[in-house]
């Protein structure tokens, strides 16, 4: 009987000595899960600012050292006055002035360049429109094709045509034809509000 009594208390001191590690594992685990949560949330904020606002910040700074015209947004002026954006659509609705391509034609939609080809069919109506030479309208067309071989590298880049810096031109060039001192005149370069 005693044999059977010690056992049972060798028992009991074992159950105790297993729930003291039990209860010495749970609270090192919630210890080491309450440590790494603390190390996890400091580099999420750490990581917020470095690259949620630093890096944007250091980008933009670099960006209006090195690049300063295209970091503002490519905006082109007439007078003095920023009229609208080269690397965005304007709309003309004068027929003194070549126009951007049908919005079917555009995937963006916002595309600012006709190809060569659109822009020598329209030069027919501009020339009507303004009796500036059809012949005239199509050289000028020709000073201004460019390619696009920053995006689509150097062999397979298309030609095309910046609507809105052609008809800045032809503005300089033929300020009578297009009377740009009247403020009524349908024929004004005006900046897009839409």
Request: hydrophobic fraction near 35%.
């Amino acid at each position: 009987m005693k044999e059977w009594r010690n056992d049972k208390i060798n028992m009991k001191i074992d159950n105790n000595t297993q729930n003291k590690n039990n209860n010495n594992n749970n609270s090192s685990f919630v210890s080491l899960i309450s440590s790494n949560l603390k190390t996890a949330t400091r580099i999420v904020l750490i990581m917020v600012v470095l690259l949620g606002i630093a890096y944007p910040i250091f980008l933009v700074m670099i960006g209006q050292i090195t690049l300063p015209f295209q970091s503002n947004g490519s905006v082109l002026e007439q007078d003095g006055k920023k009229i609208g954006s080269k690397i965005i659509s304007q709309t003309f609705v004068s027929s003194k002035f070549f126009h951007q391509r049908a919005s079917s034609e555009s995937a963006s939609t916002v595309d600012p360049h006709i190809t060569p080809e659109n822009a020598y069919l329209q030069a027919k109506n501009v020339s009507k429109a303004t009796g500036i030479p059809e012949n005239t309208l199509k050289t000028l067309l020709d000073l201004n094709v460019e390619r696009n071989k920053v995006t689509n590298g150097l062999f397979f880049a298309p030609y095309y045509v910046n609507v809105l810096e052609v008809n800045l031109e032809l503005v300089r060039q033929y300020p009578q034809v297009y009377d740009i001192s009247s403020s009524n005149s349908s024929s004004t370069i005006e900046p897009n509000d839409h």
